[in-house]
Structure formats: C-alpha cells, structure tokens
C-alpha cells in the first residue's frame, strides 16, 4: 500500500482548507448544510482513480516492451484527464506537480450519466 492510500484530508490540506468537505474555500460554505445526516459516511474511504489516457495492446505488443518503451495513449499533451471515484467518471482535470509529487487539479465536475 503506498503512502498517498495512508494520506489523511489534513495532510492533503496543507492549511488551505481546500480538501476538507467542510472547508472548501470556495465560498460555498453554505453546500454542505444538514451534512449531518452524512457525517456518518465522511470517513468511508473510496478510490480515487486519474487516467491520463487509454490504449489497446495484443499479448504479442505487450511482450516487446521493455524499459524506454513509449506506449502511446489517446490523448493529446495539455487535453483533461479523467477522474474517477471507485469506477465512475467525476470529473476532468489537468496533472499537477505538488513538491515532489503528481497532484490533480479537478477543471470540470461531471454531473449526472454523462
């Protein structure tokens, strides 16, 4: 299991209030309000999934690649990722680095079957 799965919301905030549900920081205070009937599901943990990109390999390609090998996906440089939470599209965003490490930066909410 890698550090980032063991990552708590305060470790994520950094004091910018900006990964805590109940702190967003974008003015929005009043969104989350008769959350206590939620509360009890705050702490539930799911799986958050960023996709730069898909492709399709036979056996016979995936056996030739090795160290160096470049696999190209169906995006383009700069165009939004996907991102899932267990399984579902959320969400569109661009790749961050924060310090050391690849953040998500989420552009565009998906609402609804889309």
């Known amino acids: 299991m890698s550090d980032t799965e063991n990552m708590d919301w305060q470790e994520l905030d950094q004091g910018n209030g900006t990964t805590d549900p109940q702190n967003s920081g974008?003015?929005?205070?009043?969104?989350l309000e008769g959350s206590g009937d939620l509360e009890a599901v705050f702490d539930v943990p799911v799986k958050v999934s960023a996709v730069l990109g898909i492709t399709n390999l036979t056996v016979s390609q995936l056996l030739k690649l090795g160290s160096g090998s470049v696999v190209e996906l169906?995006?383009?440089v700069g165009e939004a990722i996907d991102i899932y939470v267990?399984?579902?599209l959320v969400a569109r965003g661009e790749?961050?680095?924060?310090?050391?490490?690849?953040?998500?930066t989420m552009t565009e909410i998906i609402k609804g079957n889309e």
């Open 74 to 76: 169906d995006r383009k």
């Open 86 to 88: 267990n399984n579902r």
């Open 95 to 104: 790749v961050v680095l924060l310090e050391e490490k690849l953040g998500i």
């Open 26 to 31: 974008d003015g929005a205070e009043g969104e």
